[in-house]
């Protein structure tokens, strides 16, 4: 680690475990060999260890995906929210029609991301 970011607070985000993930993972690609030719490590232990930092991988790569996707659908909920204050109002223009159109649209896409990330069905 720099030491110039030494008084700096750690990034602990999704991001920056993932990167620590890759990171050590690549290591292990590097290390592991020469451990188990040495009879330090196990090849069963070995590929063990490694499944398991790349489910945890996986599993953190899935929970910020479906975060930047929720940030995206309340995003086009909002417009949505919008799109219908306009409505009620009685003064729905040709970009709010057009806006609505692409709204709809994004909200399909991110109903179906929910579906699929959640094992749900059509209803």
Not at 51 to 62: D, E, G, I, N
């Amino acid at each position: 680690m720099n030491d110039l970011l030494a008084d700096q607070p750690i990034d602990t985000g999704l991001t920056a475990q993932i990167m620590e993930l890759r990171r050590e993972l690549g290591m292990r690609q590097r290390v592991y060999p020469n451990l188990i030719a040495k009879g330090s490590l196990t090849e069963a232990d070995a590929d063990y260890q490694t499944t398991v930092m790349q489910a945890a991988l996986a599993t953190l790569q899935a929970r910020k995906d479906a975060a930047e996707n929720a940030a995206k659908l309340i995003d086009t909920m909002q417009r949505a929210k919008n799109i219908c204050k306009s409505v009620e109002a009685g003064r729905l223009s040709a970009a709010d029609t057009l806006m609505l159109t692409e709204t709809l649209r994004d909200l399909r896409a991110g109903i179906k991301l929910l579906q699929t990330a959640t094992g749900a069905q059509d209803g």
